[in-house]
C-alpha cells in the first residue's frame, strides 16, 4: 500500500525491555521523522534523518536509538524502556527540511510502560 | 525558546464559525502549518503560509501576519466532523519545526 505505515499500532512493554518501532514509507522521500505526542505538550521530535545513513538528534533523544540503512525504513528503538517514555509515537516524511515542507504522518504507535 | 501559544479547547456551534490563534516568537521565521489531528489520529495538513495575509481553501482560510508573530485558523459554515484539534506549527530557518500543543474544537450541534 502507497503511504506511511508503522508497527506496532499498540504495545505494551515493562520498564528495563528493549523496544523496536517500525516505520514504512512507499514515497522515497528523503526526510523522515519520529515524533512523540503527550497530553499538553505539542508534538516533540525525537530523531530525523536526512536521507539513507544520515541521522540527527531531535528535542528529546535521550532513551531512543534510530538508524536508516534504507530510504523507506525508519525504526526507533528504547533500548530500555521506562515509564516516562509511555507515549504515542509517530513518524513522519516530507520531501523537504523540517519547516519548509508539509510533513506526512503514519498513523502512530500508542506505546504503554509498566 | 520558540513557544507556540494557542487556546487549549474552544467550542463553536455547528454551522457557525470559529478562528482559531496562534502566536509565536518572529526571530528565524520561516513559515507556518496548521494541521487537524481528530482523536486517535494522525495529524493530517491543512495549510501552508509564507507570506502575510489570507488563504482560502474552501471552508477553511488560514491567515498570517509576519510582523504580529500572529496566525489564525478560521472554519467557516462547521461541521460535526470538523470537532478535532487543531496544531498550529512554525518552521524557523534553522530548519527546526516547532509545534503548539493543539486546540481542541468542540462542536455542538
Known amino acids: 500500500d502507497a503511504g506511511i505505515t508503522q508497527s506496532p499500532r499498540y504495545k505494551i512493554t515493562e520498564t528495563g525491555r528493549q523496544v523496536t518501532l517500525m516505520c514504512h514509507q512507499t514515497w522515497s522521500h528523503s526526510y523522515m521523522f519520529w515524533y512523540r505526542q503527550d497530553l499538553g505538550h505539542g508534538l516533540r521530535l525525537i530523531y530525523y534523518?536526512?536521507?539513507?545513513?544520515?541521522?540527527d538528534k531531535g528535542e528529546v533523544p535521550d532513551g531512543y536509538v534510530v538508524s536508516r540503512s534504507k530510504t523507506e525504513n525508519f525504526p526507533l528503538t528504547l533500548e530500555s524502556a521506562t515509564r516516562s517514555q509511555t507515549s504515542v509515537y509517530f513518524c513522519a516524511s516530507s520531501e523537504g527540511l523540517a519547516g519548509a515542507a508539509e510533513q506526512f504522518f503514519g498513523p502512530g504507535t500508542r506505546l504503554t510502560v509498566l | 525558546g520558540q513557544n507556540i501559544d494557542q487556546p487549549t479547547e474552544m467550542t463553536a456551534t455547528e454551522g457557525a464559525i470559529v478562528q482559531i490563534n496562534c502566536t509565536y516568537q518572529t526571530s528565524g521565521f520561516n513559515g507556518l502549518f496548521w494541521y487537524q489531528q481528530h482523536a486517535g489520529e494522525a495529524p493530517t495538513f491543512l495549510s501552508y503560509?509564507?507570506l502575510d495575509g489570507l488563504e482560502e481553501k474552501g471552508r477553511f482560510s488560514s491567515f498570517l501576519s509576519r510582523s504580529k508573530g500572529y496566525s489564525y485558523l478560521l472554519l467557516k459554515e462547521l461541521q460535526m466532523k470538523d470537532s478535532a484539534s487543531y496544531l498550529c506549527a512554525v518552521g524557523y530557518s534553522n530548519y527546526q519545526l516547532i509545534w503548539g500543543a493543539g486546540t481542541k474544537l468542540i462542536i455542538k450541534p
Open positions: 503560509n509564507v
Open positions: 534523518s536526512a536521507a539513507a545513513d544520515i541521522t
